[in-house]
Nanobody, 122 residues
Framework: QVQLVESGGGLVQPGGSLRLSCAAS????????VGWFRQAPGKEREAVLC????????YVSDSVKGRVTASRDKVKNALYLEMSRLKPEDTAIYFC???????????????WGQGTQVTVSS
């Protein structure tokens, strides 16, 4: 059974930083394109970034470009998202994703985590 479990969300002040973690079981993250998505209240889920197996195909949303870094830990079978210079509009539930594929402006995701809340507020 595949499980993706996020952690690290919480309340952060504007301008602050946060690191989200995603622990995987039941699959090896290194075998998939992986990424992070988010869903703000009243809005559709959107891709934050999707790390393809080939670097040149990595997608990063313009809304977070220059403020986020994603990394994998092969030994721990984990994925991380580091966000800096956070803004109130970054407030959302953040979801870990495995097997993410971009088709034009749309994405397919094979496996989802349950999400972790990030709130950016003073």
């Amino acid at each position: 059974q595949v499980q993706l479990v996020e952690s690290g969300g919480g309340l952060v002040q504007p301008g602050g930083s946060l690191r989200l973690s995603c622990a995987a079981s039941g699959l090896t993250l290194d075998n998939y394109a992986v990424g992070w998505f988010r869903q703000a209240p009243g809005k559709e889920r959107e891709a934050v970034l999707c790390l393809s197996m080939r670097t040149e195909n990595t997608y990063v949303s313009d809304s977070v470009k220059g403020r986020v870094t994603a990394s994998r830990d092969k030994v721990k079978n984990a994925l991380y998202l580091e966000m800096s210079r956070l803004k109130p509009e970054d407030t959302a539930i953040y979801f870990c994703a495995a097997d993410c594929r971009q088709y034009g402006s749309s994405f397919y995701v094979g496996f989802w985590g349950q999400g972790t809340q990030v709130t950016v507020s003073s």
